[in-house]
């Protein structure tokens, strides 16, 4: 009970965080750092993968509404909710099969940082494709896709380095 509600805390205050802050960050046209999926990426693994993708596509569809997007961030949010399994059975089995925590000291910084910037670049790399819908942007595409995860993924990384200091 303790951690679902320490999960909605979260939630409300990530949400808060990329509405409020993050929402008016564009530098060069090309970087847009969206933190909003650590979310789904930090989905504890006791918890039913269902809701996991229920849950995604509600955050997806607030960020739409707020963006005026159209779906685009409820498509990236389900698929990276839909591959996360699949990418965390792929880089640590171990605790995929029983059923650590998906943190930094649990699963230590290179395979944490593998894991956050493949999930991150997935969301990353469907949103903006989605977005330029054309081959002739696949370069540009890329692009964005490659720095916008390289920031998401320095905040994650910040964010559990602070959350370890507090311990």
């Given at each position: 009970?303790?951690?679902?509600?320490?999960y909605?805390?979260s939630?409300?205050?990530?949400?808060?965080?990329?509405l409020?802050?993050?929402?008016?960050?564009?530098?060069?046209?090309?970087?847009?750092?969206?933190?909003?999926?650590?979310l789904i990426?930090?989905?504890?693994?006791?918890?039913?993968?269902?809701?996991?993708?229920?849950?995604a596509?509600g955050?997806?569809?607030?960020?739409?509404?707020?963006?005026?997007s159209?779906?685009?961030?409820?498509?990236?949010?389900?698929?990276?909710?839909?591959?996360?399994?699949f990418l965390?059975?792929s880089?640590v089995?171990?605790?995929?099969?029983?059923?650590l925590?998906?943190?930094?000291?649990?699963?230590?910084?290179s395979?944490?940082?593998?894991?956050?910037?493949?999930?991150l670049f997935?969301?990353?790399?469907?949103?903006?494709s989605?977005?330029?819908?054309?081959w002739?942007?696949?370069?540009?595409?890329?692009?964005r896709?490659?720095?916008?995860t390289?920031?998401?993924?320095?905040?994650?990384?910040?964010?559990?380095?602070?959350?370890?200091?507090n311990?």
């Amino acid at each position: 009970m303790r951690t679902a509600l320490l999960y909605v805390l979260s939630l409300l205050l990530v949400m808060a965080f990329q509405l409020l802050l993050l929402e008016n960050v564009q530098l060069l046209g090309y970087l847009n750092p969206y933190y909003y999926p650590i979310l789904i990426l930090l989905w504890p693994l006791k918890w039913n993968r269902g809701l996991s993708i229920v849950v995604a596509f509600g955050l997806g569809l607030i960020m739409d509404f707020f963006e005026n997007s159209g779906g685009l961030h409820t498509s990236a949010l389900v698929l990276l909710a839909y591959v996360r399994p699949f990418l965390l059975q792929s880089l640590v089995a171990r605790a995929a099969e029983e059923g650590l925590t998906v943190d930094l000291p649990t699963l230590g910084p290179s395979k944490f940082m593998t894991f956050t910037a493949m999930g991150l670049f997935t969301f990353h790399f469907w949103l903006f494709s989605l977005e330029a819908f054309a081959w002739s942007e696949l370069f540009w595409v890329l692009i964005r896709s490659l720095a916008s995860t390289a920031v998401s993924a320095v905040m994650v990384y910040a964010t559990q380095l602070l959350m370890l200091s507090n311990e």
